[in-house]
């Protein structure tokens, strides 16, 4: 049977980016060698690195300001990096409060600075973006959650013109839509979603707001060392760097981000119209502030939840569980999702609707 992986991270890759890794491990470009036997610093390493770097220069189509790195630690270790780097000690960062991933920024940043809340959706369960921001005039930066992967939010108006810098967590719709991403001053992505394999984190960084800071910076959290360094401070995590390498071919090859940005749209509009036409089920997300990566709902009859589960299952449609934090459903529909694959999922969900009336 074909398995139609909707997870939410890690998630599906394109099956020519698995086979071509799989053949680096035995043998990486007829070196006789496996890619995680070779030094970084070889020339059958650096190209890598290099191309990788470039790639994503030219689909983000960044300016000379903007510095690429890739980095150690996930998403995760930049609530903190982010801070470290951009907020001086008696500073003031503006955060949104949007979700799951959005407080564990909040929380990091408070630990280093004094952290103002510019907008939440709490009241209403994060089911919505903040429609309008209250920024306080001092702000070092302003940090958002471009979409929340566990809410199923999206925001689809940036606020560009927010007045002070503008840094953006993308991990889970980095390069699914085209934005102007020279307007944000950082951007950073765990791998995992969009972008290959876990252990890489790409970090987009406007090289004009680093050195400003009072604070003394560790080493490996200082961003102007790496970019000094051409992200290899340390040893990078290889396969990772090799797998994101492999994804950005694939994403250039395959008419790059505005021709993502175009199926997604329409992976996206095929799932969430099913869902609006069957009565079983709720979408609890504000609908225009839904999220085209990871679309979440609800059986609104619990006793057909577990039945919906295992029906899904026995179809070979892997991943949509919601999150165990919020339940119900949730399908990520990330770059290496066909429409194919949607069209299957809502035939399924169309005909387990249709026999349960
Ligand atoms: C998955 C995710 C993270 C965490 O990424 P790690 O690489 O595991 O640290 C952070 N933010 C968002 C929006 C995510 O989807």
Known sequence: MKLHNFNAGPSALPAEVIEQAAQALHNFNNSGLSLLEIGHRTPLFVPVMEEARQLVRELMQLDADHEVLLLHGGATLQFLQVPTNLLDPNGVASYTETGTWSIKAIKEASLLGK??????????NFTSIPSSLE????????????????AGTQWHRIPYDCNC??????????????LDFNRFDLIYAGAQKNLGAAGVC???VNKNCLGKTSRTIPSFLDYQLHIKEGSMLNTPPVFAVYV??????????NGGVATMGKNNQQKATLLYETLERIPLVSLPVKKEDRSQ??????????ALEKEFAAAAKAEGMIGIEGHRS????????????SLASVQTLTDFINEFARKKI
């Open 165 to 178: 810098p503008l840094v953006a967590d993308m991990s889970s719709d980095i390069l699914s839509r085209s």
């Open 326 to 337: 919020v339940g119900g459903f949730r399908v990520s529909l990330y770059n290496a999702i």
């Open 115 to 124: 952290v103002s809340i510019a907008g939440s959706s709490a009241h209403d």
């Open 293 to 302: 990566m990871n679309a979440v709902f609800l059986i609104k009859d619990a």
């Open 135 to 150: 920024i306080d005039p001092r702000s070092a930066y302003l940090h958002i959650t471009t979409n929340e992967t566990i």
């Open 244 to 253: 994101l390498l492999l994804t950005l071919r694939w994403i250039k090859a």
């Open 202 to 204: 790409l970090v987009v």
